[in-house]
């Protein structure tokens, strides 16, 4: 099991949730925690649970690390990349990408991409 932390600058790094070895990614929540996707980790290709078929999110690359977002009228958007040691940045096409958090003790480029599209990303924006 894989720790996913949103980086919080002055304040130690919050836990957002896990990916266990099989891929499927969870928040942390009080109670039990909650199931938010899955990857696939022949090919890179991320999963949000929901009610019915999980729905296509988006992929990592999993030579390069590279990680984009699915937008349903054109090509994927890329929106960061990920590192084997588990460190996340976001891309931002006008300044050095931005540091959002890390996955402790990854298993995969793929497990790491997973925690970032899932739980890193939607978090980094909520803060926002």
């Known amino acids: ?3 996913v932390y949103q980086h919080r600058a002055g304040l130690p790094d919050r836990v957002l949730g896990h990916v ?5 990614v969870y928040r942390s929540a009080a109670g039990p925690d909650d199931r938010v996707g ?5 090919n890179g290709k991320i999963y949000a649970s929901r009610l019915g078929p999980d729905k296509y999110y988006g ?12 937008v349903p009228a054109g090509p994927d958007t890329y929106v960061g990349r990920v590192n084997e040691d588990g460190r996340i940045d976001r891309h931002d096409a006008l300044s050095p990408d931005s540091y959002l958090g890390k ?3 990854p298993l995969s480029l793929a497990h790491t991409g997973a925690a970032f599209l899932l739980l890193v990303l939607p978090a980094s924006e909520e803060k926002q």
């Open 1 to 3: 099991m894989s720790k």
């Open 20 to 24: 266990d070895k099989d891929g499927r």
């Open 38 to 42: 899955r990857v696939d980790l022949d």
């Open 59 to 70: 992929h990592v690359d999993l030579d390069t690390g590279r990680a984009y977002l699915h």
């Open 103 to 105: 996955v402790k003790e």
